[in-house]
């Protein structure tokens, strides 16, 4: 059969030429790792912060204890002046800096509501978010803690003291990743970026270089003419790997970094399917510009390097202009994406991502029609050779 | 000396006469910029589409809505009457969360019960839920410290002194560098350090490959190696400085990220930076048997390098192992340094560390690279 006789002659290929295992093979799988080991923590623990402790009360004392139970960060550095926080800031060595002021505990007691200052870099936000997070809240509720003792004293009951302190408590819950695992979600969406690249970028090389080589009419050739035959029988072998490699991801990410998997597993997997095949099918789109293949390269690297930022999930699409939006529109991460997630940690009734399909399916749709095109360059000689 | 020059103006030639060097030196680099912002033009995440389920329905209950509608952080966009309703409208993507009232949420504040609010969030998003999150409890706070302090007074202590009850201390918060929280301005740095790295090395992976393909001799002596690679290692540099020039110091003014103006210790940083990434090039060119190997192969590194730093993601938290191999890649190495000077504005004593680093790795690649291209020399003749 015409098909098996293409997929036999793409193995040949890709055993003369090593780059096209490398691209689909080494590379997407030791940066997708390299990923997890970044992010293997999970969410970050004892970042250092300083303080400075003017005060030297029972209360600045306790104070400081209670910063270093905090989980987020760790008091690395008690300083001794206002210059040396900032010091440390500048170089740093430290994200937060808290200074508590003389007096501190005896304001507090005449009600004069002394200043406590906390200075961060929040020019990393996710870090200074974090350590302010958690700070804040462990403030609030020694202040609750404070002023129930109060009451209580006062011979109010305790129950009762701590529900006037703080009369709206909130109950959180969070239906979708629970544990503010940044691994979790991070390496997700690494994973659909780098295999993005890869798949459509082998793609091109798979085609283009029949058409380096000079080698379009052979290949259709061995095809019987048929360009479908042509397209499917080459990307077997890259898909198989591929297949291969969402394995072992799918292996690391749920088994050994212990991630929930809550939804349905089999539209998680339909989902990858459309993946690779979007993405494949958009290297069409690329080696239909004119059958340069260099040229073409080049053009859909641009297209996908910025895969990332566009997909909408670092930073959420609603919040993106309108050019943003087209854009991340136009790449199959930005729907894999969401399956992923929604079926992940969402546990989301599948009715509501199969929208994300027809997505998916109309990118496809688009490559295989440009199939029309790659044909006709195909049987053009004048395409061979070209720099 | 005339030579140096010789071969740079030579290099200039090879440059203008490479169109894929063009497309991705100078489009790339232009394009990469400034589209790369697209996506965070806006900076923060505002005004979050919210739900609520509201099943007291009282003056209390009315005003909690209204004081969290004004916040920026959330807008409410649907009241719906029930659980399954909200759930739906959430499934639907129309809000990102939504809280519960409970029936008796007046009563019970007022009569001192301690009332829960349910708060159902989609943390899938973490900037989402942030928004969300400080929203809603900035509001729960207010109001119940107003409730609480209208009962003091009530008993007759002064407002004054109740407010001071409430809230013994103030807890001043002083965001430095980048004040507003621009997600812009903490992911800007960083990547453009990354998209200047990449295109360096991928388009002088290009032309080795090219040479490396077609068998092309780097130069005609091998003792020649070390001059002519300085030389043409100035050219690239001195275009990137180009480049850096305005990112550095004509950027910043028209789009909004913070930079100090450090200028000596920044442009010491970077310069080292960029001849240690073009010798770093020639060492992995190595590898780059074809012309668009560089590209396939580079590409996707791009989104590492990012988090490499530990910029965006902290380094206390990535393993010991990574964060020492990080500081062999030029641009991982020098974007600490250079954040530091550019952003926090940290004097030249400051980053010693990142300084003496980045000679050393200019000493490594310019060593490896001659190797290499020797190397490279023995297998052309084979």
């Known amino acids: 059969m015409a098909y098996f006789e293409v997929v036999k002659r793409e193995i040949e290929r890709i055993f003369a030429r090593p780059l096209g295992w490398v691209v689909s093979l080494v590379i997407p799988l030791s940066m997708c790792l390299l990923m997890c080991f970044i992010f293997g923590k999970g969410s970050p623990v004892d970042l250092p912060i300083a303080v400075y402790n003017a005060d030297h009360s029972e209360l600045s004392r306790l104070f400081v204890r209670n910063l270093n139970t905090l989980q987020s960060c760790k008091v690395k550095y008690q300083v001794t002046s206002f210059k040396e926080g900032q010091d440390l800031l500048t170089e740093g060595k430290i994200y937060g800096f808290i200074a508590i002021p003389k007096d501190f505990q005896r304001d507090i007691y005449r009600l004069k509501q002394p200043e406590l200052m906390y200075y961060y870099n929040n020019q990393r936000i996710l870090i200074g978010g974090i350590i302010t997070k958690d700070v804040s809240s462990m403030l609030q509720s020694m202040v609750v803690g404070l002023d129930a003792k109060i009451r209580n004293k006062k011979g109010m009951p305790m129950e009762a003291a701590i529900a006037q302190a703080n009369p709206i408590a909130i109950v959180d819950h969070v239906n979708s990743n629970p544990y503010f695992n940044y691994l979790y979600f991070l390496a997700l969406i690494a994973f659909g970026h780098i295999l993005q690249i890869n798949m459509v970028m082998i793609s091109v090389y798979a085609i283009g270089t029949e058409f380096k080589y000079g080698t379009t009419k052979e290949w259709l050739q061995i095809a019987d003419n048929s360009m479908w035959t042509a397209i499917w029988g080459k990307w077997t072998p890259y898909m198989a790997i591929f297949a291969v490699v969402f394995a072992i991801l799918a292996v690391v990410y749920f088994g050994l970094y212990g991630v929930p998997f809550g939804g349905n597993a089999m539209l998680a997997v339909l989902a990858t399917i459309a993946f690779m095949i979007s993405c494949f099918a958009i290297g069409i789109i690329f080696m239909s510009i004119n059958g340069n293949f260099r040229y073409c390269l080049s053009n859909s690297a641009f297209y996908v390097a910025m895969g990332f930022a566009f997909a909408g999930i670092t930073f959420p699409t609603m919040s993106m202009p309108l050019f943003a939006k087209i854009y991340g529109a136009l790449l199959p991460l930005s729907y894999w994406i969401q399956v992923m997630l929604d079926q992940t940690f969402r546990n989301f009734p599948i009715v509501y991502d199969l929208k994300h399909f027809v997505g998916m399916i109309v990118l496809a749709v688009l490559g295989f029609a440009a199939l029309i095109r790659l044909k006709k360059l195909a049987l053009d000689e004048k395409r061979w050779y070209q720099s | ?382």
């Open chain 2, 1 to 382: 000396m005339k030579k140096f020059w010789d071969i740079i103006k030579e290099e200039f030639k090879t440059f203008l006469n490479d169109q894929g060097m063009l497309l991705v030196m100078v489009i790339g680099v232009v394009v990469y910029s400034l589209f790369y912002a697209v996506p965070y033009a806006n900076e923060v995440v505002k005004e979050v589409p919210f739900g609520i389920v509201d099943f007291d329905k009282t003056t209390v209950s009315r005003e909690f809505i209204r004081n969290l509608d004004s916040t920026d952080y959330v807008k409410i966009v649907e009241k719906v009457p029930s659980l399954d309703e909200a759930q739906k409208k959430f499934y639907e993507g129309k809000i990102s969360g939504f809280a519960i009232i409970p029936k008796d949420f007046q009563k019970d504040i007022y009569r001192g019960k301690q009332v829960d609010l349910s708060l159902y969030v989609d943390s899938a998003y973490m900037i989402i839920y942030k928004a969300i999150y400080t929203g809603v409890m900035q509001t729960a706070l207010e109001t119940g410290a107003r409730i609480e302090i209208g009962r003091l007074v009530k008993m007759g202590i002064p407002k004054q002194t109740a407010i001071a009850l409430k809230q013994p201390f103030q807890f001043v918060q002083v965001p430095l560098y980048n004040p507003a929280g621009g997600y812009e301005t903490y992911v800007y740095p960083v990547i453009l350090i990354v998209i200047l790295h990449q295109t360096l090395i991928v388009a002088l992976g290009m032309l080795q490959g090219t040479r490396n393909e077609k068998k092309i001799r780097f130069c005609k002596n091998d003792k020649d190696i070390p001059f002519v690679l300085l030389a043409r290692a100035t050219f690239y540099v001195l275009l990137y400085i180009l480049y850096g020039a305005f990112i550095f110091l004509i950027c910043p003014a028209l789009c909004r990220y913070p930079m100090c103006y450090n200028v000596l210790p920044l442009f010491v940083l970077y310069g080292l930076m960029l001849y240690s990434a073009v010798f770093f090039a020639q060492v992995i060119s190595y590898g780059f048997r074809t012309r668009e190997s560089s590209l396939m192969i580079l590409v996707v590194t791009s989104l590492v390098f990012i988090f490499l730093p530990g910029l965006i993601w902290p380094k206390e938290a990535i393993p010991a192992a990574v964060n020492a191999g990080a500081l062999f890649i030029p641009a991982t190495a020098a974007i600490d340094g250079i954040t530091k000077v550019n952003v926090q504005g940290a004097t030249f004593f400051q980053v010693g560390f990142d300084f003496i680093w980045l000679l050393l790795l200019n000493v490594i690649y310019f060593v490896a690279a001659i190797f290499v291209t020797k190397k490279l020399h023995k297998e052309y003749e084979r």
